[in-house]
């Protein structure tokens, strides 16, 4: 009886097959990364979009003031409450707690979880999901100042609420990675006579090729270019906001869109 022998790949032929398995890899891989920040970004948006309806409901519901950042023993936040400075904030309790689905949960940023990420035992900020609020115009001041000026503001007494910011993808830059951060810091410090002091440590954070995401007090989300990476070298906690991504964009002066007020934030 006659067999025949299978045909065997010669070296040639194995050598062309996996040179064109590694083309078409390495045309692929970008694309599909690509691919995965577009949909996370689509994702971060969305939450942001969400957190805008839940601070609009809120509104509603308080005579037209926009939620406090935080209480003045610092233990209920916009996003989570707890019953002490040591204890983890529960985000059912927080001042938006119950206009945020079933279970008053903060979505978390689909990007947060392939950053570097400091060491949660060293992290002072959990709860916010990786976004912060625009506590100094909109939300009232730190408890360290409570006779600073500002208060809650009321949207209707925004000028600009289209270019006044709300909410915006922010992080710390620690000496080992990255750590939640609940506020979207401005450019300077209010001081208690509402005056602008030396530049503050920035929290925004440009984590989607770039460019952060923002909610803006009209509802609406966009990607931000940063304008400004600033402190070069290590910050406050030993992080190096350059490295991280981590600045501030639109106009510096007078607080730029942070400020409802200032005259250049205007479109």
């Not at 040591?86 to 279970?103: E, H, I, Q």
């Not at 990786?130 to 009232?140: D, K, P, T």
Request: charge should be positive; aromatic fraction near 10%; charged fraction near 15%.
């Amino acid at each position: 009886m006659n067999t025949r022998r299978p045909h065997a790949f010669t070296l040639i032929e194995l050598l062309t097959v996996i040179a064109i398995v590694g083309v078409l890899a390495g045309v692929l891989i970008p694309v599909l990364g690509t691919m995965r920040r577009t949909a996370q970004q689509a994702v971060s948006s969305s939450n942001l979009r969400q957190l805008a309806t839940a601070t609009f409901a809120y509104i509603a519901e308080q005579r037209g003031l926009f939620p406090p950042a935080m209480s003045f023993d610092n233990n209920t936040r916009w996003h989570g409450a707890r019953p002490s400075s040591s204890a983890p904030f529960d985000p059912a309790k927080g001042y938006l707690g119950t206009y945020l689905g079933r279970d008053g949960r903060v979505k978390t940023c689909p990007a947060w979880a392939a950053l570097e990420l400091a060491p949660n035992s060293e992290s002072f900020e959990t709860g916010a999901g990786g976004y912060g609020y625009n506590m100094a115009y909109l939300g009232g001041p730190m408890p360290e100042t409570p006779k600073a000026p500002h208060r809650p503001a009321r949207l209707a007494s925004l000028p600009r609420p289209g270019r006044t910011v709300m909410f915006a993808t922010t992080a710390l830059a620690r000496a080992n990675g990255l750590q939640e951060y609940p506020f979207a810091e401005p450019p300077h410090w209010l001081n208690p006579g509402g005056g602008l002091e030396g530049e503050n440590q920035p929290s925004v954070h440009f984590r989607f090729g770039g460019k952060a995401l923002v909610a803006w007090c009209d509802g609406h989300v966009s990607a931000e270019k940063p304008t400004v990476s600033a402190w070069p070298g290590a910050n406050y906690y030993g992080g190096d906001n350059i490295k991280a991504g981590i600045g501030w964009f639109g106009s510096l002066e007078a607080n730029g869109h942070w400020n409802p007020n200032h005259a250049n934030a205007g479109p």
